[in-house]
């Protein structure tokens, strides 16, 4: 708990929003998350790697962007009025670490029941990789 603290990724359990064992609590059923700072060259790709996943629920991207400075956060801008499933958040706060960034986007109203990371350097391997995440998620 105290490194948790330390690096920013501290969530304290009332702060947590709890998954209902309904389908009409979340907006989608899964949200890939990308936290995001200063990836000029890489965010496009991981973006559509997301954006391109092929499964039989709902889902989203949800991008926190730290308050880029290299021209990440026009990519992004461009990228959201392209695709409407994908969520660009710039927090207000600037001290956030990734810690802080995944908050944002869990505590967002546009995330799903299941959150799952994918770094703004990388890219999904194959377009079913979601749905394997998901349907895992399910079975456990």
Not at 105 to 130: F, H, M, P
Request: include cysteine.
């Amino acid at each position: 708990t105290d490194y948790l603290k330390k690096i920013g990724a501290y969530m304290p359990p009332e702060s947590l929003r709890q998954a209902e064992q309904t389908g009409n609590s979340f907006p989608v059923e899964a949200s890939v998350v990308i936290p995001v700072k200063n990836r000029y060259g890489t965010i496009t790709d991981a973006v559509e790697s997301a954006l391109s996943q092929k499964t039989d629920f709902s889902f989203n991207v949800i991008v926190v962007d730290n308050h880029s400075t290299d021209g990440t956060t026009v990519i992004l801008s461009g990228l959201a009025l392209l695709h409407s499933g994908l969520k660009h958040i710039i927090p207000a706060r600037t001290d956030l670490g990734i810690g802080g960034c995944w908050n944002e986007a869990i505590n967002s109203k546009s995330c799903g029941r299941y959150a799952v990371q994918l770094d703004s350097d990388d890219l999904y391997s194959s377009s079913e990789t979601l749905q394997r995440i998901v349907n895992m998620l399910h079975d456990e």
